[in-house]
C-alpha cells in the first residue's frame, strides 16, 4: 500500500538519522541488524501464521500461544540462541503482544534453580528445565497472602526418618493461587488479561518430597533436621529479584508500543478546524494532544534508559553474589523494587493516556491498545504489589538518613542525598537537563529529611518501627517514589551527556526529551518546590513556558523519535500505528473480519422477536 501522505510529509522533515538512534536504543548496529534478521526469521516462517488472536475466546487463546509458544521455543533451539535480548526478540515477534502460557516457567522456574540450586541440583533440574524436559512454575502467593510473605501458611514439616518434607495446606487461605503456568491442577478462572497464561492453584494434602529437594545453594536443612543459615539471609528473597530487575525494561517496551501507535495515528487523523476554511488539522498539531504524548514519549525514552541500566546494574550484582559477595544486594533489591513500582504503574497510566487519545478507535482492539494494556497492567501487581515495593525503597531511605548522621558512606545511586544544594539560580533562561536534575534531587533529599524527622517523632513517641512507618506510609510511598525519579532522571541525563559526544544530532534531539521529562516531573510537584523555597512562582510559570516551547520542538521530530524504536508492524499488530499509515481501509478491512460478521444471527432474531411479541 501507499503511504499515507501525512507520514509521508512527517518523515521528510526531523534534524537526526532514524537509523543511528534505533542503533543506539538497540546497543549498536550488529545488534539491531540481529533483531531484523530474528524477526524475520518468525515473520517468514509459516508455523507462526494464525487466527488474529483478537477474535478469539479464552480457550481459544491460549490454545493459540501455547502453540506459537512452543514454536518460539523450538526456533530458539533451532537458531542456538542463548542470549536473553535476542530470545525475548523472537518471543515478541510471535506472541501479538500477549504474554505467552510458558513465560513463568523461564523467568520465575528456570532463574530461581539458577540463583538458589547447589550444583548437584543444577545437573537435576536446571539442565532439564532448560531444555523444557521438566516445566515448572513459582508457587508462592496464596489465596490469603501474596505481598506479606511472612503470612504464608502452607505447611512443610520435616520428618527425620524418611528424610522428607511433607506439604500441606492446612485452611482454605494456604491454597495457593495465581501459580503461572499451573497447567494440570486447577485454573483460577478469567482474568483481566494475562489471557495467554494459565495461573492455577494447588491444594496440597500430605504431599512428599525428599530433603535434597529444597535448593541448598545458600541455606539448607541437615538430616538430623537443623537448618543451616545463608551467608547472607536475604538471598532466600532472590527468586523475587530478576523478573522485578526486568520488568522496567518491560515497561519501556510496552510504553514505546503504545506511544508510536497514538502519535502515528495522531498524524494521520484529522479533526475539527482551527483556522476557518484552511481544513482539518492533524490531531496531533493541537497543544493539548502534544501534551497527552510528547511527555509519553519522553517517558518512553527515559524508561528505556534506566531499564537497559538497571538490567546491566542486576547482572553485575548477580556476578558478584555468585562470587560470595553480597554488599550491592541491598541497593541492587531497592533499585529494582523503585524502578518496578514507578515504571510500570506510570506506564500503564501513560497506555491508557494513548488509548484516550486515539479516540474511539482507540477502545477497538483494532488499535492493539487494550491488548496492551490488560497485559501490561498485571506487572503493577504481579512481583510485588506497587506500595509493598515503594515502601521497601522507602525504608531503605529512612536507614539512608541515619547513615548520614552516622558518617557512613552511602551507596552510590543515593550519594546525591549528601549533597548540598544552594537554592536554584532563577530560572528565566532554556532550562537544562542538568539544573532539571539537581531540582528532581534536591525535592528527593528535602522529602527524605521531612518525611524521616515525622517517622523519628513517632517512633520516639511509640517506640515501635512498624507503627512508626504505617502513621507515615503516604508519605513514605511518596519518598520513594521522588528518590526513583532521580534515579531515573540521573540514567537519562547520563546517557544523553554521552550520545552528545558521540553523535550530537541524536544527542540534541534526546536532550529535548530529556528537559521535556524532567519539566513534567518538576511541574506535577510545583507545590513541594515552592513549599521548599527552590522555585517561585515566577520560575515555574517561566518553566511552564518551556515545556510548551519544547512541544514545538519536538513536534517536527515526532513521527521520527516513534519510528527508531523500530517495531515492525507484525509486532505491533495495531491498524491505528500502522507504518504505512492506510488506517481507514484496514480497520473496515478488520472489521469485515469478524467472526460475529459471519456467524449466524439466529439469537439476535430470536430475543428481538420475544422482546417485540411480549405485551410489555
Ligand atoms: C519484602 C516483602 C515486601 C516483605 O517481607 P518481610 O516483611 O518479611 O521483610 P522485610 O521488609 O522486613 O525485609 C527483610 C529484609 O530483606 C530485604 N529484602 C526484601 N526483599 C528482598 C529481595 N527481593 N532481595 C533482597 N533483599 C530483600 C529487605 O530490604 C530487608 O532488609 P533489611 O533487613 O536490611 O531492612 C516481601 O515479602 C515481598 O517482596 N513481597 C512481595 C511478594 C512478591 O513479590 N511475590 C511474587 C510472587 S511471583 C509473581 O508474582 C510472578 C509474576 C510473574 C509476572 C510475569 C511477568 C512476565 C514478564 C517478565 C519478563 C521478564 C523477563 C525476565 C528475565 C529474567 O529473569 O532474566
Ligand atoms: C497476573 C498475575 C500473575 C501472578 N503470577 C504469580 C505466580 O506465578 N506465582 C505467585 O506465587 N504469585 C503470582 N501472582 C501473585 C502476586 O505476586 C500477588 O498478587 C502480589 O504479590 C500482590 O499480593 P496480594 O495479592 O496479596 O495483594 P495484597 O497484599 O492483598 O494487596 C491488596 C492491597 O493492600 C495493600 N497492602 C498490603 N499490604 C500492605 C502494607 N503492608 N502496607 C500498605 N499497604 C498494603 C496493597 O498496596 C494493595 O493495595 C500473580 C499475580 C498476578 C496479578
Same mark, same amino acid.
Given at each position: 500500500?501507499?503511504?499515507?501522505?501525512?507520514?509521508?510529509?512527517?518523515?521528510?522533515?526531523?534534524?537526526?538519522?532514524?537509523?543511528?538512534?534505533?542503533?543506539?536504543?538497540?546497543?549498536?548496529?550488529?545488534?539491531?541488524?540481529?533483531?531484523?534478521?530474528?524477526?524475520?526469521?518468525?515473520?517468514?516462517?509459516?508455523?507462526?501464521?494464525?487466527?488474529?488472536?483478537?477474535?478469539?475466546?479464552?480457550?481459544?487463546?491460549?490454545?493459540?500461544?501455547?502453540?506459537?509458544?512452543?514454536?518460539?521455543?523450538?526456533?530458539?533451539?533451532?537458531?542456538?540462541?542463548?542470549?536473553?535480548?535476542?530470545?525475548?526478540?523472537?518471543?515478541?515477534?510471535?506472541?501479538?503482544?500477549?504474554?505467552?502460557?510458558?513465560?513463568?516457567?523461564?523467568?520465575?522456574?528456570?532463574?530461581? !534453580?539458577?540463583?538458589?540450586?547447589?550444583?548437584?541440583?543444577?545437573?537435576?533440574?536446571?539442565?532439564?528445565?532448560?531444555?523444557?524436559?521438566?516445566?515448572?512454575?513459582?508457587?508462592?502467593?496464596?489465596?490469603?497472602?501474596?505481598?506479606?510473605?511472612?503470612?504464608?501458611?502452607?505447611?512443610?514439616?520435616?520428618?527425620?526418618?524418611?528424610?522428607?518434607?511433607?506439604?500441606?495446606?492446612?485452611?482454605?487461605?494456604?491454597?495457593?493461587?495465581?501459580?503461572? *503456568?499451573?497447567?494440570?491442577?486447577?485454573?483460577?478462572?478469567?482474568?483481566?488479561?494475562?489471557?495467554?497464561?494459565?495461573?492455577?492453584?494447588?491444594?496440597?494434602?500430605? +504431599?512428599?518430597?525428599?530433603?535434597?529437594?529444597?535448593?541448598?545453594?545458600?541455606?539448607?536443612?541437615?538430616?538430623?533436621?537443623?537448618?543451616?543459615?545463608?551467608?547472607? @539471609?536475604?538471598?532466600?528473597?532472590?527468586?523475587?529479584?530478576?523478573?522485578?530487575?526486568?520488568?522496567?525494561?518491560?515497561?519501556?517496551?510496552?510504553?514505546?508500543?503504545?506511544?508510536?501507535?497514538?502519535?502515528?495515528?495522531?498524524?494521520?487523523?484529522?479533526?475539527?478546524?482551527?483556522?476557518?476554511?484552511?481544513?482539518?488539522?492533524? +490531531?496531533?498539531?493541537?497543544?493539548?494532544?502534544?501534551?497527552? !504524548?510528547? @511527555?509519553?514519549?519522553?517517558?518512553?525514552?527515559?524508561?528505556?534508559?534506566?531499564?537497559?541500566?538497571?538490567? =546491566?546494574?542486576?547482572?553485575?550484582?548477580?556476578?558478584?553474589?555468585?562470587? *560470595?559477595?553480597?554488599?550491592?544486594?541491598?541497593?541492587?533489591?531497592?533499585?529494582?523494587?523503585?524502578?518496578?513500582?514507578?515504571?510500570?504503574?506510570?506506564?500503564?497510566?501513560?497506555?491508557?493516556?494513548?488509548?484516550?487519545?486515539?479516540?474511539?478507535? *482507540?477502545?477497538?482492539?483494532?488499535?492493539?491498545?487494550?491488548?496492551?494494556?490488560?497485559?501490561?497492567?498485571?506487572?503493577?501487581?504481579?512481583?510485588?504489589?506497587?506500595?509493598?515495593? !515503594?515502601?521497601?525503597?522507602?525504608?531503605?531511605?529512612?536507614?539512608?538518613?541515619? =547513615?548520614?548522621?552516622?558518617?557512613?558512606?552511602?551507596?552510590?545511586? +543515593?550519594?546525591?542525598?549528601?549533597?548540598?544544594?544552594? $537554592?536554584?539560580?532563577?530560572?528565566?533562561?532554556?532550562? =537544562?537537563?542538568?539544573?532539571?536534575?539537581?531540582?528532581?534531587?534536591?525535592?528527593?533529599?528535602?522529602?527524605?529529611?521531612?518525611?524521616?524527622?515525622?517517622?523519628?517523632?513517632?517512633?520516639?513517641?511509640?517506640?515501635?518501627?512498624?507503627?512508626?512507618?504505617? $502513621?507515615?506510609?503516604?508519605?513514605?510511598?511518596?519518598?520513594?517514589?521522588?528518590?526513583?525519579?532521580?534515579?531515573?532522571?540521573?540514567?537519562?541525563?547520563?546517557?544523553?551527556?554521552?550520545?552528545?559526544?558521540?553523535? @550530537?544530532?541524536?544527542?540534541?534531539?534526546?536532550?529535548?526529551?530529556?528537559?521535556?521529562?524532567?519539566?513534567?516531573?518538576?511541574?506535577?510537584?510545583?507545590?513541594?518546590?515552592?513549599?521548599?523555597?527552590?522555585?517561585?512562582?515566577? =520560575?515555574?510559570d517561566n518553566i511552564q513556558d518551556q515545556l510548551f516551547k519544547l512541544y514545538t520542538y519536538i513536534r517536527p521530530e515526532a513521527v521520527l523519535l516513534v519510528d527508531a524504536f523500530d517495531f515492525h508492524d507484525e509486532v505491533?499488530?495495531?491498524?491505528? *500505528?500502522?507504518?504505512?499509515?492506510?488506517?481507514?481501509?484496514?480497520?473496515?478491512?478488520?472489521?469485515?473480519?469478524?467472526?460475529?460478521?459471519?456467524?449466524?444471527?439466529?439469537?439476535?432474531?430470536?430475543?428481538?422477536?420475544?422482546?417485540?411479541?411480549?405485551?410489555?
Open positions: 500500500m501507499p503511504m499515507n501522505p501525512d507520514l509521508e510529509k512527517e518523515r521528510q522533515g526531523g534534524t537526526f538519522d532514524v537509523e543511528q538512534l534505533t542503533h543506539i536504543l538497540d546497543g549498536g548496529r550488529d545488534k539491531t541488524l540481529k533483531r531484523h534478521f530474528l524477526e524475520q526469521e518468525v515473520l517468514k516462517d509459516p508455523v507462526f501464521r494464525g487466527p488474529d488472536t483478537r477474535f478469539l475466546s479464552r480457550e481459544e487463546l491460549f490454545g493459540e500461544l501455547l502453540r506459537k509458544h512452543v514454536a518460539v521455543i523450538k526456533k530458539t533451539q533451532e537458531l542456538s540462541i542463548d542470549d536473553i535480548n535476542e530470545a525475548s526478540t523472537i518471543y515478541s515477534a510471535a506472541m501479538n503482544n500477549n504474554v505467552g502460557p510458558l513465560t513463568l516457567h523461564s523467568v520465575a522456574f528456570v532463574a530461581p !534453580l539458577d540463583l538458589m540450586a547447589d550444583d548437584e541440583q543444577k545437573k537435576k533440574w536446571l539442565i532439564p528445565a532448560k531444555k523444557y524436559e521438566i516445566i515448572g512454575c513459582y508457587a508462592q502467593t496464596e489465596l490469603g497472602h501474596g505481598s506479606f510473605i511472612r503470612g504464608l501458611e502452607t505447611r512443610a514439616d520435616y520428618d527425620v526418618n524418611t528424610q522428607q518434607f511433607v506439604l500441606n495446606t492446612p485452611t482454605e487461605t494456604a491454597i495457593k493461587w495465581w501459580v503461572g *503456568g499451573c497447567v494440570a491442577v486447577g485454573d483460577i478462572g478469567p482474568k483481566f488479561g494475562f489471557g495467554g497464561v494459565d495461573n492455577g492453584y494447588l491444594c496440597l494434602n500430605n +504431599v512428599r518430597i525428599p530433603r535434597d529437594n529444597l535448593l541448598a545453594k545458600t541455606g539448607k536443612v541437615l538430616e538430623d533436621g537443623t537448618y543451616v543459615k545463608p551467608e547472607n @539471609p536475604k538471598v532466600v528473597y532472590g527468586s523475587m529479584l530478576g523478573i522485578r530487575a526486568a520488568l522496567p525494561k518491560v515497561g519501556a517496551y510496552n510504553l514505546s508500543k503504545a506511544v508510536t501507535i497514538a502519535i502515528r495515528y495522531s498524524c494521520v487523523r484529522h479533526q475539527s478546524e482551527i483556522k476557518p476554511g484552511c481544513g482539518e488539522p492533524q +490531531v496531533l498539531d493541537y497543544q493539548t494532544q502534544q501534551h497527552k !504524548l510528547f @511527555p509519553l514519549l519522553a517517558t518512553a525514552y527515559a524508561f528505556h534508559t534506566v531499564g537497559v541500566w538497571m538490567l =546491566d546494574f542486576h547482572s553485575t550484582v548477580m556476578n558478584e553474589i555468585n562470587e *560470595g559477595h553480597y554488599h550491592r544486594l541491598a541497593e541492587d533489591h531497592v533499585l529494582a523494587a523503585g524502578l518496578k513500582a514507578v515504571i510500570n504503574w506510570k506506564t500503564h497510566e501513560g497506555i491508557e493516556i494513548c488509548r484516550f487519545s486515539c479516540g474511539g478507535h *482507540g477502545y477497538s482492539l483494532a488499535s492493539s491498545l487494550p491488548v496492551i494494556y490488560v497485559n501490561h497492567v498485571a506487572n503493577s501487581t504481579a512481583e510485588g504489589e506497587t506500595v509493598i515495593l !515503594l515502601l521497601q525503597t522507602a525504608v531503605y531511605l529512612m536507614k539512608c538518613v541515619i =547513615d548520614l548522621e552516622q558518617g557512613t558512606p552511602l551507596d552510590p545511586s +543515593v550519594a546525591y542525598l549528601d549533597q548540598s544544594f544552594s $537554592k536554584s539560580e532563577q530560572w528565566c533562561s532554556d532550562v =537544562d537537563m542538568h539544573s532539571l536534575l539537581k531540582a528532581i534531587q534536591f525535592r528527593s533529599k528535602k522529602f527524605t529529611e521531612y518525611v524521616s524527622s515525622f517517622v523519628k517523632k513517632e517512633l520516639m513517641a511509640t517506640g515501635n518501627q512498624q507503627l512508626a512507618f504505617n $502513621k507515615h506510609k503516604v508519605i513514605l510511598v511518596e519518598c520513594a517514589k521522588a528518590h526513583t525519579e532521580a534515579v531515573i532522571m540521573n540514567a537519562f541525563v547520563t546517557k544523553v551527556d554521552e550520545i552528545l559526544q558521540s553523535n @550530537p544530532s541524536v544527542g540534541k534531539v534526546l536532550s529535548l526529551l530529556c528537559q521535556i521529562y524532567g519539566v513534567t516531573e518538576i511541574l506535577a510537584h510545583s507545590g513541594d518546590y515552592i513549599q521548599y523555597e527552590y522555585l517561585r512562582k515566577i =520560575d515555574l505491533l499488530k495495531s491498524i491505528l *500505528g500502522r507504518y504505512d499509515g492506510q488506517v481507514y481501509e484496514n480497520m473496515f478491512k478488520w472489521a469485515k473480519a469478524s467472526p460475529f460478521n459471519k456467524q449466524d444471527q439466529g439469537t439476535f432474531r430470536k430475543y428481538i422477536q420475544q422482546l417485540k411479541q411480549a405485551k410489555l
